[in-house]
């Protein structure tokens, strides 16, 4: 079987400071992992995903994350906060060992507070 | 540009009735999914397709149908059936069968029984 866990249902940081949402998994193959940010009343952004290539992986508007398969994690971070990146953010695994229906598990989402 | 378009977005619903919520794509993609989402949890599966005039129950399909007669079009139907059906949809789709390309997503339909 298949899981993921956001270790953080809230962040808060201040504008212009590092920015660290943390995200473990567990999963009997070779997952493919990825981020998706969510604002308010609207559908998921793909941010990032790692699919067995490159571990650091970059993605859209400054984020990050880092393939660390020692620590089964897939952490996300962005090195200065802006106060856009204020949203609902989703890790997920996705592999054949289980999960839904299609092969997919969300995380239960962190929510980022930017403070001014 | 290309992308997932849901509609309406935001609809009500009577006790008893059934309501369809629209998912339409010009992605050319070949797979599409509803999902439900619930204040503080992840997403959830309700049904799913990978090609036209074939689709698969998610993790919680009672209480909701689907139709796939058309590659950019998949409807889900709110039965009453479904008791407790006041939640956020998502719609979304991929290009191929698994879920290694990412998904892209619609904006959501937040359904309100009144």
């Known amino acids: 079987a298949q899981s993921v866990t956001q270790l953080d249902s809230h962040v808060s940081v201040s504008e212009g400071t590092p920015v660290l949402l943390r995200c473990n998994y567990s999963?009997?193959?070779?997952?493919?992992l990825f981020w998706y940010v969510q604002h308010p009343n609207k559908g998921l952004q793909l941010l990032l995903k790692y699919t067995s290539a490159a571990t650091l992986v970059k993605g859209i508007n400054g984020f990050e994350a880092e393939f660390k398969k020692s620590e089964t994690s897939f952490h996300l971070t962005k090195p200065s906060a802006h106060m856009s990146d204020a949203a609902e953010y989703f890790c997920?695994?996705?592999?054949?060992?289980?999960?839904?229906?299609?092969?997919?598990?969300f995380g239960k989402g962190t929510h980022l507070i930017i403070q001014p | 540009d290309g992308g997932i378009t849901q509609s309406p977005k935001y609809l009500f619903r009577k006790e008893g009735q059934n309501v369809t919520l629209s998912c339409e794509q010009n992605?050319?993609?070949?797979?599409m999914y509803w999902y439900r989402q619930d204040p503080g949890q992840g997403l959830r599966l309700i049904y799913y397709?990978?090609?036209?005039?074939?689709?698969q129950k998610g993790d919680i399909a009672e209480g909701y149908s689907v139709s796939r007669e058309k590659k950019e079009s998949f409807p889900l139907t709110v039965t009453s059936a479904q008791k407790n059906p006041t939640a956020f949809y998502l719609c979304?789709?991929?290009?191929?069968?698994?879920?290694?390309?990412?998904?892209?997503f619609g904006s959501g339909t937040r359904l309100t029984v009144v």
């Open positions: 397709s990978q090609i036209v005039n074939d689709f």
């Open positions: 997920v695994v996705s592999g054949r060992s289980g999960g839904g229906a299609d092969g997919l598990t």
């Open positions: 979304a789709s991929s290009p191929g069968e698994y879920p290694n390309y990412g998904y892209t």
């Open positions: 999963s009997s193959y070779s997952p493919s």
């Open positions: 992605l050319n993609h070949d797979a």
